[in-house]
């Protein structure tokens, strides 16, 4: 099954299907882990990865990273007592650029061009068209989204009853960013009266209904959902804070263009990734429900359910997902753009890149700021889950050194997302790929 059509009867089962549920596992349980993968010590793990075949000559780069890339798939096979499609590196330090895919006998590895969905690594982009808005004068991140957009009486949100969400007067720009809103998320949390969440039960009846962001928001109203904080006081993920982002983004634009309604994705096409911007990229972040193309080449996303079942996905609908999910490319360009974002040499500047990286929600685990977070020896960016592929973006100023991983395979047969069962083993190998790859380089690998 390769498009919605084929797979949309199990959609209806899948409540919690095709994402992370938090923004990040602590790099500490991630390195646990990877040490259940493999069987072994850290120590161990470092030894596996790095050292040469005996006897033989050190290898160069790209066989050290493939080596380590290699090693942490056939690990996550024998842990899962089943084929793993591919695990993929993108790794670019000071001096090299090397792309490694890990792939059983037989089958013909991806390459750095080879497009996939990154999921929720979208938020990075959505922040950074915020923080350009904020930058340009557009906008204030800092505004309340009830307050009027710069220069106009025309609210950030519509000043609507389909708009009149619980604590929506008390909500911030930035506080949509960090996840401390305390905004229900329908695409993630599910609704009792649906017995799903409502992306999921809305697509299991028609897979090519075309989903907006006031549809979306309308369930917060319409089912009175909040969550048990007060905005700025919790930190709670939610894809639909970031669907409301994309909203703002879409007003403010069509207020700044020629008046004619623009969208999410002609602000990020026009301003962020495009053709005219200062690093224009192949990346694509789709809104129409009838824009469901994955180009070739490209990594199909599978999914296997606890019920035993697998589906695979290629072309699929992302209008539930825009802004909070939508993005698809390569990864050698979602490597260009963390590296060139995180350095200041992109879009925005350095101070506002420092904004970005700075503003913590302080009650985050993952030290969450405005569409990015820290991690240990991976550095700054985000990571995403969707259509049964999982990856990460980062970009790390203390070696100068970009990663970006993914694996098409989501695996819930057992434990569902816990961070004991199955679907922890396929997250965690992309964080192993992404530590072990700088390991094979002889920079700082597993924390």
Known sequence: MTDTTHSHDLLKKLSRRNRLRNAAIAASGVLVLLLVLTACTKEQWDHLINTPPPGGPQPNSQSRVQKAVDSVRIALEKSLGNSVPSLNLYIQTP???????????????????????????????????????????????????????????????????????????????????????????VDNDTIPELNNTYTAYTQGKNPNHQFTADELVYQLVKYNLKYSFSPGNGFHYSNTGYSILGKIIERVYTHKGTGSRRTYEDYLRDHIVGPGTPVPLNLHFPVRADDTILPDPR???????????????????????????????????????????????????????????????????????????????????????RCGTLSLAMYDPATDVSVVAFINLVDKTEGGESRTGTFAMCFSAIYGAAWGGRAALGYPGTP
């Open 95 to 185: 001096t090299e650029k090397i792309f490694a895919s890990s792939v059983p006998a037989g089958i013909t590895p991806f390459t750095e061009n080879t497009n996939f969905r990154f999921a929720s690594n979208t938020k990075t982009f959505t922040s950074t068209a915020i923080l350009k808005m904020h930058q340009n004068g557009w906008l204030n991140f800092r505004a309340k989204i009830s307050d009027n957009i710069p220069g106009t009486n025309m609210p950030y949100v519509p000043n609507t009853p389909e708009w009149d969400f619980p604590n929506k007067n008390e909500i911030t720009i930035e506080q949509l960013l960090q996840h401390s809103a305390g905004v229900t998320d």
């Open 299 to 385: 990594a199909e996303g599978v999914e296997r359910t606890p019920e035993g079942k697998t589906i695979t996905f290629g072309n699929y609908n992302m209008s539930a997902q825009v802004a909070e999910g939508n993005g698809y490319g390569t990864p050698a360009s979602l490597n260009t753009f963390v590296r060139t974002l995180m350095k200041g040499q992109n879009v925005l500047s350095p101070e506002t890149v420092k904004l970005m990286q700075s503003r913590v929600n302080t009650h985050s685990l993952n030290k969450y700021a405005l569409g990015c977070f820290y991690t240990e020896n991976l550095g700054f960016g985000h990571n995403g889950e």
